[in-house]
């Protein structure tokens, strides 16, 4: 069965409004607003865009809270304006809105000469999906040592589904450390600092139970997490881990000590509950 007619055009009319609210304007909005008394049809529009506008723009700054301290309140509120105009809500829950946010910041030009933004906003997004993530039970060592019929050297385990990695050109986590200290700026030391020019840092954001933790990885570290999120097996995983390592990056003395970092590697990955069985 088609839709109404009269359904295609209240359709044709809600868009347009919500399109317009996006925009900050819209043609000819006497006729979708009535005037009142006291307010006129365009009065009526500023407000329901203004309080759109100002909800959406707390809901970033809740949730990019590192990059609001780095950019400062006026700058991140224009960047976020510019976001809410081209990246429309798909979704009626706020907790979505966002995600396309650090591909905005790489591409926007006011943030030319500051490219390390966009992966401390991959950062602040990837705390907050895992602060919403679903709860599953994450392998330990002990996990391990208790299963019983099974070859632990070919069980299958996959990531989290809290984990995300973030690699980046920068020391990205001594610059999200730099502006966790509210109304921090990446133009003054507030009692710390950092250097952009140091080596650059892989970031790792997962949560233990209901904490939400975030720290910089050793490239062993992310090699296995790689490997396992393509379905690797540990004695998979660490076979491919140490090819890529020893091969592509050339940057061991000997097979040998790469091989006790990726033993030190796995501990880690136990010890913080990073994996979970598939």
Do not use: M, T
């Given at each position: 069965m088609s839709p109404k007619p009269e359904s295609n055009a209240l359709n044709a009319l809600q868009d347009k409004f919500i399109?317009?609210?996006?925009?900050?304007?819209?043609?000819?909005?006497?006729?979708?607003i009535c005037d009142s008394n006291k307010l006129s049809a365009t009065q009526h529009?500023?407000?329901?865009?203004?309080?759109m506008l100002g909800n959406f723009t707390a809901s970033l700054r809740a949730v990019f809270p590192?990059?609001?301290?780095?950019?400062?309140?006026?700058?991140?509120?224009?960047?976020?304006?510019?976001?809410?105009?081209?990246?429309?809500s798909k979704t009626p829950s706020l907790d979505d809105f966002?995600?396309?946010?650090p591909c905005f910041c790489e591409g926007f030009k006011p943030l030319h000469d500051y490219p390390y933004v966009s992966d401390v906003a991959s950062v602040d997004?990837?705390?907050?999906?895992?602060?919403?993530?679903?709860d599953v039970s994450a392998v330990f060592a002990a996990d391990l040592q208790n299963v019983l019929g099974v070859d632990q050297a070919n069980i299958q385990l996959g990531?989290?589904?809290?984990?995300?990695?973030?690699?980046?050109?920068?020391?990205?986590?001594s610059l999200w450390q730099f502006n966790e200290q509210e109304n921090a700026s990446v133009d003054s030391n507030n009692g710390a600092s950092f250097s952009l020019d140091a080596p650059a840092e892989i970031v790792m954001v997962w949560r233990q139970d209901y904490q939400v933790c975030v720290t910089s990885i050793s490239l062993p570290v992310c090699a296995l997490l790689t490997a396992f999120d393509e379905g690797c097996s540990p004695t998979q995983a660490f076979e491919?881990?140490?090819?890529?390592?020893?091969l592509e990056q050339k940057m061991y003395d000997s097979e040998e000590a790469l091989a006790a970092e990726l033993s030190e590697a796995w501990s880690f990955l136990l010890k913080q509950g990073a994996l979970t069985r598939l």
């Open positions: 399109h317009g609210l996006y925009q900050g304007e819209i043609a000819n909005v006497e006729a979708l529009f500023d407000i329901y865009h203004g309080s590192r990059v609001l301290a780095a950019l400062g309140d006026q700058f991140f509120d224009a960047l976020a304006r510019q976001y809410i105009k081209n990246h429309p966002g995600e396309g946010f997004w990837s705390w907050h999906q895992a602060f919403h993530s679903c990531l989290h589904p809290s984990l995300s990695i973030i690699r980046s050109d920068f020391p990205l986590y491919r881990a140490f090819e890529q390592l020893w």
